[in-house]
């Protein structure tokens, strides 16, 4: 493996890149960073490059200036130029898998840039605002915005968690002292200045339609009916196609032993 870091406007990314052959990019969500894909990414190494890295603001990806409120289409931007740094081109387009908010960020990557992407394999995207009770959901992420100015971002999470259900937690190897750290930090700048934008964005579902880009939504087996996996088939159905069924949750991607398989199965199909 080796790490690299490319700069971006008001950033600096932080990457690293396994393995040779066409290039897969790996987008996180949440608190995240590259090291909660590394067992999935040294899994498909064998026949790919796997590119994993930690989002703007995040972890070893320091922002230019003061923490801001974040945007998808910034976030897509970054990825477009990660993908322009490791070699890809509209003659070799790249395969894309992102979870959660990382999943939203590939869509919009397809949806600005199809040129350079062949597939993206969006796993339970938060697109709330494709749900019939997407009221519901905006009503959630002004309570989130209230809380984190009133009382602060462990106030914050506590309702983001509360609105969003328990939900099911995903075995996998468990994280070095290092990546825990990092991800407790993460944690106000995700609830602060990610949930809001991610929250709100609706996909642009006519450019995903007729764009050049194989767009294949996901979903986890053991998380029916949690809001992130009803807006995956909701996004398959706004796209005349079906979900394809990954084992494990939201966080499925932790398994890497079950969870790599059906990935490489998935995109070897496109």
Known sequence: ?????????????????????????????????????????DGLADSRTVVTYDRRGNSRSPLDGPPAMQSVEEHADDAYRLLAAVGVTEHEPAEVFGNSSGATIALELA????????????????????????DRFRTL??????????????AAMGVLGEGMGEGHHDAGEPPSPEFAA???????????????????????????????TRVVPAVGAASTGEPPN???????TRLDTTAEVFPGGHGGFGDAANFGPKLREVLDRG
């Open 1 to 41: 493996m080796k790490t690299e870091t490319l700069t971006v406007p008001g950033a600096t990314v932080y990457y690293e890149v396994r393995g040779s052959g066409p290039v897969l990019l790996l987008i996180c969500g949440g608190v995240y960073d590259a090291e909660g894909f590394a067992g999935l990414a």
């Open 111 to 134: 949806a600005r840039h199809p040129e350079l992407v062949r597939t993206v394999v969006a796993h339970e995207p938060p697109v709330f605002e494709l749900l019939p009770d997407f």
């Open 141 to 154: 992420t002004r309570r989130v915005e209230e809380t984190y100015r009133q009382a602060g971002w462990g």
């Open 182 to 212: 990092r991800m407790q930090k993460n944690m106000e700048f995700f609830v602060g200045y990610e949930v809001p934008p991610v929250g709100a964005y609706l996909p642009d579902l006519e450019a995903l339609r007729s764009g050049a």
């Open 230 to 236: 009803r807006a995956g088939l909701e996004l398959a």
